[in-house]
């Protein structure tokens, strides 16, 4: 059984940081892409930023410069620096990995940005 689950979420003033977490455990052998994505209310989910196995990433064009996603193999674990966050990145974050060649999704944990 393999669960992630993340942490790191709040309340945060616009303009200012937050670090979210997500932590895979159980049975892994092998971690690929890990992503990031988030859901406002009444909105579609959407991707916020990937990160091979290899290290390589990527972002949305709304978080770019201002998010960084980073992974510590060791721990099985991916993070999400948020600095300058903006009201608009009101959201629940979501962690996605692909774990043992499966698709697994964390609870997710709410981030909300007041003016």
């Known amino acids: 059984q393999v669960q992630l689950v993340e942490s790191g979420g709040g309340l945060v003033q616009a303009g200012g940081s937050l670090r979210l977490s997500c932590v895979a455990s159980g049975s892994i052998r092998v971690i690929a892409r890990m992503v990031w994505y988030r859901q406002a209310p009444g909105k579609q989910r959407e991707l916020v930023a990937t990160?091979?196995?290899?290290?390589?990433?990527n972002y949305a064009d709304s978080v770019k410069g201002r998010f960084t996603i980073s992974r510590d193999n060791a721990k099985n674990a991916v993070y999400l620096q948020m600095n300058s966050v903006k009201p608009e990145d009101t959201a629940v974050y979501y962690c996605?990995?692909?774990?043992?060649?499966?698709?697994?999704w964390g609870q997710g944990t709410q981030v909300t940005v007041s003016s």
């Open positions: 996605h990995a692909l774990i043992n060649l499966m698709k697994y």
């Open positions: 990160i091979t196995s290899g290290g390589s990433t």
